[in-house]
């Protein structure tokens, strides 16, 4: 079965922090990465996404970093806000499916 | 503002109904999906569809089949709803264009509780 391994499982940071999660992939044929960000009652809704043809992708405060050799991929965010506080997955496809991480659980302090 | 919309937001059903889980997207995206989402397992992808009348088992389709008479729906059925199939529910939706996947647009979920 095709894998994504995220870490951590949860997360807290102070207000101003910066949040990093990482995940990791097996299959050398994805070629999508996105992140989905989802709170409490909702479904996930993306967040930011990357293609293996760059290292870096940065959206305001959130940033993909991509290392293809590694296969790996994380989400830096920066200056974190209580409002940030959600769970966040990472997912890696090649055509039509996603396979998503467990999951990480971010709680911003105030 | 483009949507997939999913018919009922809680459910409470007894143990043995039949039940039905209706999702509908607006976007004239070809592949859906269904996914239970439990806390400490993430994204379990149940069953998806990538045309009209075709479906595909995902990773935990026992217990359940689905539906896909028209493009912009697809619809989750629990044959005989067992306690531990209490979770919540989500369907989603994506576009395949020229061999490259664009992101899910996922519902707002379904939490069904079997009692």
């Known amino acids: 079965q095709q894998q994504v391994k995220q870490s951590p499982q949860s997360l807290i940071v102070q207000k101003g922090g910066i949040s990093i999660i990482n995940c990791a992939y097996e299959n050398t044929a994805f070629d999508y990465f996105p992140w989905y960000q989802q709170f409490p009652g909702k479904g996930p809704a993306l967040l930011i996404a990357i293609r293996p043809d760059v290292s870096e992708k940065k959206e305001g405060r959130f940033t993909i970093s991509f290392n293809k050799s590694a296969k790996q991929f994380s989400l830096h965010i920066m200056d974190s806000q209580p409002g940030d506080s959600a769970t966040y997955f990472c997912a890696a496809s090649g055509v039509g499916q996603l396979t998503f991480g467990s999951g990480t659980q971010l709680t911003v302090l105030p | 503002d483009v949507k997939v919309t999913q018919s009922s937001r809680y459910l409470v059903k007894r143990t043995g109904e039949k039940v039905f889980l209706e999702c509908v997207q607006d976007?004239?995206?070809?592949?859906m999906f269904w996914y239970r989402q439990d806390p400490g397992l993430g994204l379990r992808l149940i069953y998806f569809s990538y045309d009209v009348k075709m479906k595909e088992k995902g990773d935990i389709p026992e217990g359940y089949s689905v539906s896909r008479e028209k493009k912009e729906r697809f619809s989750l059925i629990l044959e005989s709803a067992s306690t531990n199939q209490t979770s919540m529910y989500l369907c989603?939706?994506?576009?395949?264009?020229?061999?490259?996947?664009?992101?899910?647009?996922f519902g707002s979920g379904t939490r069904l509780t079997v009692v």
């Open positions: 976007m004239d995206h070809e592949n």
């Open positions: 989603a939706s994506s576009s395949t264009h020229r061999g490259q996947n664009y992101g899910y647009t």
